[in-house]
């Protein structure tokens, strides 16, 4: 499976931005979560929001909660995160992530098999 992570950019706080990872080489159907992750100069990588694909369960973590929104498109083959009133400390490189499993550890990055190239997220106050 190849992630194709896109995107990014340089916006300002308050803005929104939408990011999107194609898969290929294997539907997302056939897989069984698919997340993103972030992570800033000098820190780890850290757990975003996570989707199970096979019934649509999502989970985000607490700094993200009620801003962002992970979703898929089936046809496209792609899953996205939308993300709305960008605060400077969302400034990170943004990697999607997924794996076979539908019972993946959700917030460990280790339990991803597939990981997409990553894409800069730059909010300016």
């Known amino acids: 499976v190849q992630l194709q992570a896109s995107g990014g950019g340089l916006v300002q706080a308050g803005d929104s931005l939408r990011l999107s990872c194609a898969a290929s080489?294997?539907?997302?159907?056939?897989?069984?979560?698919a997340a993103w992750f972030r992570q800033a100069p000098g820190k780890e990588r850290e757990f975003v929001a996570r989707?199970?694909?096979?019934?649509?369960?999502?989970a985000y973590s607490a700094s993200v909660k009620g801003r962002f929104t992970i979703s898929r498109d089936n046809a496209e083959n792609t899953v996205y995160l939308q993300m709305n009133s960008l605060k400077p400390e969302d400034t990170a490189v943004y990697y999607c992530?997924?794996?076979?499993?539908?019972?993946?550890?959700?917030?460990?990055?280790?339990?991803?098999?597939?990981w997409g190239q990553g894409t800069q997220v730059t909010v300016s106050s």
């Open positions: 992530a997924a794996d076979p499993s539908g019972l993946v550890i959700t917030a460990t990055p280790g339990s991803y098999d597939y």
């Open positions: 080489g294997r539907t997302l159907s056939s897989l069984g979560t």
């Open positions: 989707i199970r694909l096979r019934n649509n369960n999502t």
